[in-house]
């Protein structure tokens, strides 16, 4: 879900570039992860570092499922990765050694540089978390190829990402 500004003020988000993505039908991939023993705190829950590993991931097999994969990233759009910005979980209810998580990762904003995802993990039909990770379009920068720089993410991509 898209956030307004605290302020109320309009516009805000076509100013920015950003897409308001409200009521679209946006990119989105469903992933099973089995809760390991090696996943899991002596108290038998899961160690919670286990599920940024698991969102990673998922970011990525979302952008596969949209035909984004990293070689097709690279080839046609010079991409040099998609950098995590910044992440935020909320965690419901803890998980437990066997438990089967549903991930599903779904684009919730596309910014003008940049795309949020919002990733839930289910067991049956409890929420065990929901979070938003936001990541940056990052091309090389070709006079230093050790150097990146964030830059408008295409109106293909955005396609894509806008399209269930």
């Not at 829950?45 to 070689?71: I, Q, T």
């Amino acid at each position: 879900m898209l956030r307004e500004p605290a302020n109320g003020a309009k516009g805000v988000f076509r100013r920015a570039g950003i897409a308001d993505c409200r009521g679209l039908d946006l990119l989105t991939h469903n992933r099973q992860v089995r809760v390991e023993w090696g996943d899991c705190s002596p108290a038998g829950r899961v160690f919670y570092p286990r599920f940024f590993e698991w969102v990673n991931p998922a970011c990525h097999d979302m952008l596969d499922s949209g035909g984004l994969d990293h070689d097709t990233l690279r080839e046609t759009y010079g991409l040099r990765g998609v950098v995590l910005k910044s992440v935020n979980m909320e965690f419901s209810t803890p998980a437990f050694l066997g438990d089967i998580l549903n991930i599903t990762s779904t684009v919730e904003r596309i910014g003008n540089t940049s795309f949020t995802i919002l990733h839930t993990a289910i067991r049956d039909s409890t929420i065990i978390l929901t979070g938003t990770e936001t990541r940056l379009w990052v091309l090389e920068d070709p006079a230093n190829p050790s150097r990146i720089y964030r830059d408008r993410i295409p109106d293909r991509v955005r396609e894509i990402l806008s399209s269930g």
